[in-house]
């Protein structure tokens, strides 16, 4: 039995569409299981001036992306997450580094934008606000 050619058209479409659906979910899973994402959340988490500034209960959303903002490789990651809270919204700005593929990520720096433009510091590597996070 023969399908026709618009079945056959109307299937595909389908089929692609469902294909592409299907790994955009899995990339955001990726990207949120890594531990550079991990790590960025529990500084948000443990920031004071940052959980105040968003209001309880703080949300996590869906990365976008299509676009520069967020991108990983093998020893560099940078990630716009966006954030809200009762209070205000924003992205929490993540960037993280490993020395090679099997070995550790480390947050360099990690800082809150809100949706004014007010920009708060939850961990900077260099220490400058006292967040320094152990390497291990």
């Known amino acids: ?4 050619p618009a079945k056959m058209i109307i299937y595909g ?3 692609f569409t469902g294909s592409i659906s299907l790994s955009y979910f899995i ?11 991990k790590l960025a959340l529990e500084q ?3 920031h004071p001036e940052a959980q105040e500034a968003l209001g309880p209960p703080v949300n996590i959303h869906h990365l976008k992306l299509i676009g520069k903002d967020n991108f990983v490789d093998i020893a560099d990651a ?13 992205h929490l700005h993540v960037h993280s580094t490993r020395s090679g593929p099997f070995h550790r990520w480390h947050l ?3 800082f809150l934008e809100l949706k004014d433009g007010q920009q708060i510091s939850v961990f900077n590597l260099s220490g400058e ?3 320094d996070v152990k390497k291990e």
């Open 27 to 37: 990339i955001q899973k990726t990207y949120s299981r890594g531990l550079y994402y």
């Open 1 to 4: 039995m023969s399908m026709s």
């Open 129 to 131: 606000n006292g967040d």
């Open 44 to 46: 948000l988490q443990n």
């Open 13 to 15: 479409s389908v089929l």
């Open 78 to 90: 940078k990630l716009k997450i966006p954030v809200s809270g009762s209070k205000s919204e924003g």
């Open 108 to 110: 360099n720096e990690v």
